[in-house]
């Protein structure tokens, strides 16, 4: 299982790091996506990362989020900087066998192998 946290109440132009956390299985064996939802908005792709081939991030969060791995504690992170309100949303990760990112994310849950419960993060004054 993926088990999503770290989210919280940041200031525009502030930083916060989400963290997803693997269970039962070697989270650098697979390709690992980040998405979020917006209140009222559909679920978006933003980001993914595969160990020793490539990351993709989305246009609205290049430049400005990066993804790191701990081997050691099976973990994922999400750094996230240059916040912006438009940000406000539950974060997500999702686990897939893959080789290479695309760039393309298809959101249904059942696409993947595994799906984390979400991290709530707020970018507000």
């Known amino acids: 299982q993926l088990v999503d946290s770290g989210g919280g109440l940041v200031q525009p132009g502030g930083s916060l790091t989400p963290s997803c956390a693997a269970s039962?299985?070697?989270?650098?064996?697979?390709?690992i996506h980040w998405f979020r939802q917006a209140p009222g908005k559909e679920r978006e792709g933003i980001s993914c990362f595969i160990a020793g081939s490539n990351t993709v991030h989305a246009d609205s969060v290049k430049g400005r989020f990066t993804i790191s791995n701990d081997n050691a504690k099976n973990m994922m992170y999400l750094q996230m900087h240059k916040l912006k309100p438009e940000d406000t949303g539950t974060y997500y990760c999702?686990?897939?066998?893959?080789?290479?990112?695309?760039?393309?994310?298809?959101?249904?849950?059942?696409?993947?192998?595994?799906w984390g419960q979400g991290t709530q993060v707020t970018v507000s004054s």
């Open positions: 999702a686990a897939e066998k893959l080789d290479v990112c695309s760039g393309i994310w298809d959101a249904r849950e059942d696409e993947y192998d595994y």
């Open positions: 039962g299985f070697r989270i650098d064996d697979y390709a």
